[in-house]
């Protein structure tokens, strides 16, 4: 399912400008920050780590607090109650205290070549979904019903890796937000989609009917964000597709 719809936004120096904003929309290519680069005089910008349709991730080195994440966000030009909105889900894992979930330490906005961006700063965690995972694992031995995040933040990340073509590392995020939200009939249509798309079959029949028994079940909830009958209907007719795709002679 896709959670997330937004709307996408002399000589030498000026072409080097208008090259930075043509190519905002190349995944991987750093364009917003640069190695270096100082950020509202108190992050470093050490190096990018990745990026899809909507933001950024960089490493940052704060000038008190070592390393962070830098997530900003590509959309620029927005008014506060718009930079307010994009940065909810900063707003939202820093009004969560428990100790094994990823801690946000800043939420503002910076001058990139572009214009105005929203950003938010988290714990680094190096080795990203596998790290992630084991994280949870540990975490899990001492209490089985902790979360380290929220669904809906990790499937957007998913999604977002979906929409640029890596479909390997799509996977390995609805997997692991799959294993964390396993009673989810929206995690597991995403990995379904997402086993499809990768062509592994089997793995995709498996999740596919495993959220179309969740919904039939009628005992949880469709995700952990939401349960309304419009998205309940909306994986229904996702997973239905799915599984006819995968009939033999379609």
């Known amino acids: 399912m896709q959670i997330l719809r937004t709307t996408e936004r002399s000589e030498g120096i000026a072409d080097y400008m208008a090259f930075r904003y043509d190519s905002a929309n190349i995944p991987g290519l750093c364009v917003l ?7 509202r005089d108190t992050y470093e910008v050490e190096r990018f780590l990745g990026g899809g349709a909507f933001a950024e991730v960089y490493r940052v080195k704060h000038r008190f607090l070592g390393r962070q994440a830098m ?29 094994n979930i990823v801690r946000v330490f800043d939420a503002n906005v910076l001058e990139a070549a572009q214009g105005t961006c929203g950003y938010f700063t988290m714990e680094n965690i190096p080795g990203g979904a596998v790290q992630v995972a084991q994280r949870l694992a540990e975490a899990r031995r001492k209490d089985p ?14 999604q977002d890796f979906m929409r640029e073509g890596d479909v390997k ?23 379904a989609g997402a086993y499809l798309k990768d ?4 793995l995709a029949k498996q999740h596919a009917e495993k959220a179309l028994a969740i919904l039939d079940s009628h005992k949880v909830p469709a ?8 998205y309940r209907g909306e994986i229904c007719r996702d997973t239905e597709k799915i599984l006819k795709q995968l009939a033999p002679g379609s």
Do not use: C
């Open 169 to 191: 590392y799509g996977i390995e995020v609805f997997k692991l937000v799959a294993v964390a939200y396993p009673d989810s009939a929206d995690a597991n249509d995403n990995l």
């Open 33 to 39: 920050l640069e190695e270096g680069q100082t950020v």
């Open 71 to 99: 997530k900003v966000f590509k959309r620029v030009g927005m008014n506060l109650e718009e930079i307010h909105e994009m940065l909810g889900e900063a707003i939202l894992l820093s009004r969560i205290g428990h100790p």
């Open 223 to 230: 995700s952990s964000w939401t349960d309304t009958d419009e």
């Open 199 to 202: 062509g592994q079959e089997d």
């Open 145 to 158: 019903q902790v979360q380290l995040f929220p669904e809906i933040t990790a499937s957007i990340v998913g």
